[in-house]
């Protein structure tokens, strides 16, 4: 029976190991990232929930995030047409 020599299995079995390790550590890092989105959708859902808290307290304002200074949110005057 004809084989490969042993440099040469040992050099298959180097690169068949590599590829497992690679292969199961990106296994890790989707699994990582799919924890990470999850919690990036929980934090979202409590800057939502703070929205409402503050702007039931203060009313439609903008916080500056240093300072803590709230500003009231101008929105623009509709205008009316008149025909004339």
């Known amino acids: 029976?004809?084989?490969?020599?042993?440099?040469e299995l040992k050099t298959i079995k180097d690169q068949q190991k590599k590829t497992?390790?690679?292969l199961l550590e990106l296994g890790f890092l989707s699994t990582r990232?799919?924890?990470?989105?999850?919690?990036?959708?929980?934090?979202n859902k409590q800057v939502e929930k703070?929205?409402?808290?503050?702007?039931?307290?203060?009313?439609e304002v903008?916080?500056?995030i240093e300072t803590g200074e709230i500003t009231e949110i101008e929105?623009?005057?509709?205008?009316v047409?008149?025909?004339g």
């Open 50 to 59: 703070t929205k409402l808290e503050l702007e039931q307290k203060y009313g």
């Open 81 to 83: 047409e008149t025909d």
């Open 20 to 22: 497992n390790d690679i």
């Open 33 to 43: 990232e799919h924890a990470l989105l999850h919690e990036i959708a929980d934090i």
């Open 62 to 64: 903008n916080v500056h």
């Open 1 to 7: 029976m004809n084989k490969v020599t042993e440099e």
């Open 75 to 79: 929105t623009p005057m509709e205008t």
